[in-house]
């Protein structure tokens, strides 16, 4: 069956600190992969994607993500947080060919402190 | 260029009653999607369209029913609202559905979501 995994559904770091937010999947066939951020009472804003090519992809507001083939994980990292990180981030994951179904990680909630 | 709407924000119902959400986006996308979303459970998607006059089933639509009578638009109908359905729904679209050419450029595009409690 296919299915995205976010084992963590809280991470807590300090303001200017790295932080890491994992996902690991289980799709066939090289899917696209996908991060979103929600913030409180809003819709799912896209941060950024893997298609091919370098395993690092950079996204928006200084995100990136880190795309392994062998662990089939795809972690979204970003050096320094913010407190204004601090939001729901769920990993994504579409097949390549077929319909475009998103299979959706559960979650995972970033706190970012002072 | 407002992107992906939906009305109303908030609702409550009682067991029983009928309700409308409506989805409106002004991408011209031809694809439109509803989800709900529930603690610990991402997002499931309800039904979805491929386009004007066309509708289908997802993983979870039981109980909800849905109609795409203009390309901007796609509503979807409570008949008679049960606690389970207390949730938050969302709807997305994208300007592609089949990836048959392995068609990068398909992210989905999210509207604010509308917060139904059913009583």
């Known amino acids: 069956a296919q299915s995205v995994a976010q084992p963590e559904d809280q991470v807590n770091v300090a303001e200017g600190n790295p932080l890491t937010v994992k996902c690991t999947y289980s799709v066939s066939g090289n899917p696209y992969l996908f991060w979103y951020v929600q913030y409180p009472n809003r819709g799912l804003q896209f941060l950024l994607k893997?298609?091919?090519?370098?395993?690092l992809v950079k996204g928006s507001y200084g995100f990136e993500a880190e795309f392994n083939k062998s662990q089939t994980s795809f972690h979204l990292k970003k050096p320094s947080a913010l407190v204004s990180d601090s939001a729901l981030y769920f990993c994504?994951?579409?097949?390549?060919?077929?319909?475009?179904?998103?299979?959706f990680g559960s979650g995972t909630k970033l706190n970012v402190k002072p | 260029n407002a992107g992906v709407t939906q009305t109303p924000k908030f609702r409550v119902l009682k067991t029983g009653q009928s309700m409308t959400l409506l989805c409106a986006q002004d991408m011209n996308h031809e694809y439109m999607y509803w989800y709900r979303q529930d603690p610990g459970m991402g997002l499931r998607l309800i039904h979805y369209?491929?386009?004007?006059?066309?509708?289908a089933k997802g993983e979870v639509p039981d109980g909800y029913n849905v109609s795409r009578l203009k390309k901007q638009n796609f509503l979807l109908g409570l008949e008679s609202a049960a606690p389970s359905q207390t949730s938050v729904y969302f709807c997305?679209?994208?300007?592609?559905?089949?990836?048959?050419?392995?068609?990068?450029?398909?992210?989905?595009?999210f509207g604010p979501g509308t917060r139904l409690t059913v009583l």
């Open positions: 994504a994951v579409r097949p390549k060919y077929g319909f475009n179904k998103f299979y």
């Open positions: 369209s491929v386009g004007e006059g066309t509708t």
């Open positions: 893997y298609i091919t090519g370098d395993n």
């Open positions: 997305a679209s994208s300007y592609s559905l089949l990836s048959l050419a392995g068609d990068p450029y398909n992210e989905q595009f």
